[in-house]
């Protein structure tokens, strides 16, 4: 009687079923977890190398890792965060053909409601507010600078959402903020470049806003943040719509990318 032959566990299956373990070990590590080096998963895991070079190819697509070649070579762990939501939540919507005017009208939805969740936090006073001035008083600086003034005040924004005390909310919303922010520092820079910034009189309509809006925050009333940020978003928003309203959104321009990296860095 001869023994069946075991079938060959396909190397594409080993390497998903790796790179499995690994997501899971980078997702629920720190912010200090390293890679293991090849030869050290080679021995843990008892697969060839050819399997676990595809692992970290497939960690590599989901922008988990790169993949540093050369000398000083290895894997280099990039943990989730709001940029990288961002930004492919930006190519999904790219790839869907989404308009800017359809983002636009997203955004008045949902980031007022983030201005009415500051409001209601008991320590505004001592953590938010204080955060929120000095953003303001940094755009006020600004105005006359086109391009330095649009990315300061999204600045206020960013920070605003990333207030909001549910993480689901923050994480949703600061991705959506940190896409409109990318097209609007876009916007600024074409307007900049032509000579057809708005006026300095508007970028001071822009700040008082965002006192009027900080004021509300302060004295804890919710709906009524909740409504100049509403109002405030769709003024500024029909600016850029007002020139590109059915333009598609861009996640994946240079200019964009850089936006959506320095909105996340700028939160706290």
Same mark, same amino acid.
């Given at each position: ?29 720190? =912010?200090?977890? $390293? ?45 989730? =965060? ?19 005017? =359809? ?41 006359? =600078? ?114 959506? $990296? ?7």
């Amino acid at each position: 009687m001869t023994t069946p032959r075991r079938a060959r566990v396909p190397q594409r299956r080993i390497a998903e079923t790796v790179a499995a373990e690994l997501r899971t070990r980078i997702l629920a590590g720190d =912010d200090d977890y $390293r890679l293991p080096t090849q030869d050290q998963l080679v021995k843990e895991f008892g697969v060839s190398y050819p399997s676990i070079r595809e692992s970290i190819r497939i960690l590599e697509t989901e922008g988990l890792v790169t993949v540093r070649r050369g000398n000083v070579g290895g894997a280099e762990v990039h943990r989730p =965060d709001e940029s990288s939501a961002a930004y492919h939540l930006g190519l999904a919507l790219q790839g869907g053909r989404v308009t800017l005017g =359809d983002l636009a009208v997203g955004l008045q939805m949902l980031e007022p409601v983030c201005a009415a969740e500051c409001a209601r936090r008991a320590d505004r006073a001592e953590v938010v507010v204080p955060e929120l001035n000095a953003a303001i008083e940094a755009s006020a600086e600004l105005v006359g =600078d086109g391009v330095a003034f649009t990315h300061v005040a999204r600045e206020f924004h960013d920070l605003v959402v990333s207030f909001t005390p549910n993480a689901t909310v923050r994480y949703v919303v600061s991705s959506l903020v940190a896409l409109w922010s990318a097209q609007e520092e876009a916007w600024a820079e074409a307007l900049t470049r032509r000579g057809e910034y708005p006026s300095e009189a508007e970028a001071q309509d822009a700040v008082r806003a965002h006192r009027r809006i900080v004021a509300e925050i302060s004295a804890g009333r919710a709906e009524e943040a909740e409504r100049l940020a509403r109002a405030h978003l769709a003024a500024t928003q029909a600016l850029v719509l007002e020139r590109f309203d059915e333009d598609v959104v861009n996640a994946a321009s240079t200019v964009a990318r850089q936006a959506i $990296r320095s909105s996340h860095r700028s939160r706290i």
